[in-house]
């Protein structure tokens, strides 16, 4: 249920928190640019309690939240969400362009990269420290130490850094060396590492599942909020379809399907999408003109020696070469790189 209010006085919200709250629901306060509403997320059934706080005077209305997902829903909020990472903002026409390895490999692979996304002109910087990997005999990521090179890259270039976490154990390792959480396609349902992230209030950067539906990726958004976390940036990765001759199945209408059901952030990521690195230029200017908030790109200095995913990764060049090329479609959607 959303709560309207009618006035936008501390001690009004705080009295409907209180009241919500002592009802048994989750409050999560929203303020927009013309009003602030109180959603009362929890179990359906009290929901009668709820429409009697309309008798109050400094509530509006009270009114359902139709959709399954309330807090990524339009309905408690029309404005975009601009996400914080580090001092880069995500969303509502600030356009992000996150550069870096599939993996960190090493300290001058990672310091390297890092300048190379830097001088190009990406504004966060990316790098794998636990790998989901098909094999268990496939490269598996530095873990810890590929997390303090990678923290210490970011801080050399003045890059923020993603970087995933796979299991509810990693997070607090994770949260103190990046600046924002990346969960991976593979674990997009995984209810239990969504809610330990959702109890961060560092920003989540929510890959979608190769087989989930939009619906269902917004629901995991939505564990994610549920928790108290409202700084979700989604990002479109490439679904399983027929299809053979790339390794996934770039869903470009996710975006503006998603627009419409939600106030978040869209990002993609059009090298796990393509799997080999020359359909990542032209996949990136349709991301732009799809109306994307940002991209996702891995990036090597040189490709043919990555521990994972060198067929899809930009050179340097390419990758400087590439954000160039992406200036005037920026520039027609509206959207800027800070
Ligand atoms: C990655 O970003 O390196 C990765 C493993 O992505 P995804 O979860 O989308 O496969
Ligand atoms: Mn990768």
Same mark, same amino acid.
């Given at each position: 249920m959303i709560i309207i209010m009618a006035s936008r006085e501390k001690k009004d919200v705080d009295h409907v928190v209180e009241k919500v709250e002592a009802f048994g629901y989750r409050a999560h306060i929203i303020e927009g640019v013309e009003r602030t509403v109180v959603a009362a997320v929890g179990? #359906?059934? /009290?929901k009668e309690r709820l429409h009697a @706080? #309309?008798? *109050?005077?400094?509530?509006e209305q009270v009114v359902p939240i *139709? =959709?399954?997902?309330k807090l990524a829903g @339009?309905?408690? =909020? #029309?404005e975009r969400t601009v996400v914080s990472c580090g001092s880069v903002k995500i969303g509502g026409g600030n356009f992000c362009i996150v550069g870096g390895p599939c993996s960190v490999e090493s300290r001058e692979q990672i310091l390297e990269t890092a300048e190379i996304c830097k001088k190009a002109g990406a504004n966060i910087l990316r790098g794998g420290a636990y790998k989901p990997r098909t094999s268990p005999y496939s490269f598996q990521g530095m873990e810890e130490e590929g997390l303090i090179l990678l923290e210490e890259a970011g801080k050399a270039f003045g890059m923020p850094v993603v970087t995933e976490v796979m299991t509810v154990e990693q997070v607090p390792l994770v949260e103190k060396h990046a600046d924002m959480f990346q969960i991976g396609a593979r674990n997009m349902q995984n209810f239990g590492l969504l809610k330990a992230v959702g109890k961060s209030r560092k920003p989540v950067f929510l890959k979608r599942g190769m087989m989930s539906t939009i619906q269902e990726f917004l629901m995991s958004a939505e564990y994610i909020m549920s #928790? /108290?976390?409202?700084n979700v940036v989604l990002c479109e990765r490439g679904i399983r379809t027929f299809e053979t001759e790339t390794r996934n199945t770039l869903d470009i209408q996710a975006v503006p399907v998603l627009q419409k059901h939600t106030h978040l952030p869209v990002v993609i990521d059009p090298s796990h999408a393509a799997g080999?690195?020359? *359909?990542v230029a032209p996949m990136s200017k349709a991301s732009v003109a799809a109306g994307a908030d940002g991209l996702m790109i891995e990036v090597h200095p040189r490709p043919e020696e990555a521990f994972s995913d060198g067929p899809q990764s930009l050179k340097p060049q390419r990758f400087a070469d590439l954000v160039n090329e992406l200036k005037p479609f920026l520039e027609l959607m509206g959207q800027k790189v800070s």
């Open positions: 179990d #359906e059934r /009290g @706080l #309309e008798s *109050l005077a400094h509530v *139709l =959709k399954p997902y @339009l309905q408690v =909020k #029309e #928790e /108290g976390n409202p080999q690195w020359d *359909l």
